[in-house]
Every structure is written in structure tokens, then in C-alpha cells.
């Protein structure tokens, strides 16, 4: 009787070990972007400022690439495709310097919230599926954690919101 409990107090911590573990060793999802601070700001003035970093690419530079390609390379989720335990959490950090998101959707190729945006890549000023509230918007610098409650075992996918093509793929096991 006691090597049997001796075994089931055994398991039962090894048990907890593993979900402390996974809990703290939550899986990490980073926004990237390199836009240009001058011209991004020039182009779309708002406050706070569209653009807070120091990249390059100017926004002639980005809605070429968009036009061209229906993407922008350096706006990216790094890296894109992430598997996690079931009972992580999901830490998002926003390294880029635009606004970004990480929001659920039921598919990716749709648009997002930014209508001038999707008439360039998907010829229409609305997006063409349900993404999931929340949005989950972060600003440039930010950080957000995906509760572990919300990763359910199985395969979810993200975007961002404001930059449709910035896709993440969520495996749960």
C-alpha cells in the first residue's frame, strides 16, 4: 500500500511539474516591421504617430511592395508558425514601429480593419471574413499575453488586423 502511494504522489508531481513548466515557458510571437518614421508619418499623420521606429523602408518603398507582391516583407510575425502545450499562455511582443495585432481568424487571405489597405491587396475596402474579438492590438514596444485558456488544443491561426498578410499559425497539443 505505501509503494503504492509512494507511486501516485510521484506521478501527481511529476504531473504538476509539467503544467508548471508549460505555464511558465509560455510560447513567444514577435512583430516586426522597418518602416520609415519620416514618410510613414508624412503620409498617414495621425497622433499618436503611424510610425515611432527607425526602419528604412519608406511608405513609397511599402505600398510598392504591397502593390507588387500583396505583401511587405519586413512586416512579419517571427517566428510564423509556433506550437505550444496545451495550458501555455502565448506572449505576443511588438518589436516593430507601427501598430500591430494578433487576432484570431477562422482563415487566412482576408482583409483587415484598414480600408485603403485592402483595396490594394484584395480589391475591396472591406474584409472578407470574421476575425475573432478580441483584436488585441499592441503599439509599437508593446507587449500581450493569449491566456492559456484561449489556446485550446488544436490549430489556431492569427493575423494582424492592420497589416492583413502578417499571419500566425498556432498548433496546441
Known amino acids: 500500500m505505501v509503494v503504492r502511494f ?14 508548471a513548466v508549460a505555464s511558465a515557458n509560455p510560447g513567444r510571437v514577435v512583430a516586426q516591421d522597418d518602416c520609415d518614421a519620416a514618410s510613414f508619418n508624412a503620409a498617414v499623420p495621425a497622433n499618436p504617430p503611424t510610425c ?18 500583396k505583401f511587405a516583407g519586413a ?4 517566428p510564423n508558425r509556433i506550437n505550444v502545450k496545451a495550458g501555455s499562455s502565448l506572449q505576443f511582443e511588438n518589436r516593430g514601429g507601427e501598430t500591430h495585432s494578433l487576432t484570431q481568424v ?3 487571405g482576408g482583409g483587415g480593419i484598414v480600408p485603403p489597405l485592402n483595396l490594394i491587396l484584395f480589391g475591396t475596402t472591406t474584409p472578407p471574413f470574421f476575425f ?8 509599437a514596444g508593446g507587449t500581450l499575453t493569449i491566456p492559456a485558456a484561449t489556446l485550446t488544443p488544436g490549430t489556431h491561426l492569427f493575423f494582424c488586423v492592420i497589416h492583413p498578410w502578417m ?7
Not at 512586416?75 to 517571427?78: E, K, Y
Not at 499571419?167 to 497539443?173: G, H, M, Q, Y
Open 6 to 19: 509512494s507511486v501516485l504522489a510521484a506521478a501527481i508531481a511529476a504531473f504538476l511539474t509539467i503544467a
Open 52 to 69: 515611432v521606429g527607425n526602419g528604412t523602408t519608406t511608405f513609397d518603398s511599402f505600398i510598392g511592395q504591397l502593390v507588387d507582391h
Open 75 to 78: 512586416w512579419h510575425f517571427a
Open 106 to 108: 477562422t482563415q487566412f
Open 132 to 139: 475573432f474579438p478580441p483584436l488585441n492590438i499592441v503599439p
Open 167 to 173: 499571419e500566425e499559425t498556432v498548433r496546441v497539443s
